[in-house]
């Protein structure tokens, strides 16, 4: 799956929530425990659109990027999107 106007996949987009699901999980722990915490990712297209809705309705500007993603994991998650540019 592939955003029809950007070059961004359905790989990119889980590797983008993975990151920002890690980075929330850590800011939560004690450093010692960050440290030690057990590599994972986010296979799951639902947890995906979950992370990256919370971090986009957090962000005070237009993350392009985040938008993108979303748009692609909503897309293979078989909602109706409309895709922006």
């Known amino acids: 799956m592939r955003h029809p106007y950007y070059d961004y996949t359905l ?12 980075d929330m999980l850590t800011r939560q722990l004690k450093m010692t425990e960050a440290r030690t915490m057990a590599p994972f990712t986010i296979d ?7 992370t ?22 909503r897309a293979a998650n078989g909602e109706n ?4 540019a």
Not at 58 to 73: E, H, P, S
Not at 81 to 84: G, H, L, S
């Open 81 to 84: 999107v409309t895709f922006t």
């Open 11 to 22: 790989d990119d987009a889980l590797h983008l929530a993975t990151i920002l699901k890690r």
């Open 52 to 73: 990256m809705k919370d971090e986009v309705s957090d962000c005070t500007f237009n993350w392009i990027t985040g938008r993108v993603a979303l748009q692609v994991l």
């Open 44 to 50: 799951n297209i639902g947890e995906a659109i979950k």
